[in-house]
């Protein structure tokens, strides 16, 4: 409820998006559903930030959309700062390679 307070009050705020998004995705036990992965792509449209790319990246795989989920890690991975901790992580999914 807080998250969609926080969007009738600013419906650009990415921050908003972003924790709506993942309450929608823990709700659902780890799926990113229709409804989630709407606000991941608004969020991707607004900022610069690598998480809304790699809940989409998330979403292409649990879809088995193998393409689609390359393309998205390697957006979150160019997002990235240097010291990224998830950025090796980002950068092999992009590749194809599995990772463990």
Excluded at 57 to 70: E, F, H, L
């Amino acid at each position: 409820r807080q998250f969609d307070a926080a969007l009738r009050r600013d419906p650009r705020s990415v921050e908003a998006m972003l924790g709506l998004g993942r309450a929608m995705v823990r709700a659902a036990d780890g799926r990113v559903t229709p409804e989630a992965l709407a606000q991941f792509q608004q969020a991707a449209a607004l900022s610069n930030e690598p998480a809304p790319w790699i809940y989409q990246a998330m979403a292409a795989m649990q879809g088995n959309r193998t393409a689609d989920a390359q393309r998205f890690w390697g957006e979150a991975y160019a997002r990235m700062a240097p010291d990224d901790p998830r950025r090796e992580m980002a950068r092999r999914m992009s590749l194809g390679e599995t990772v463990q």
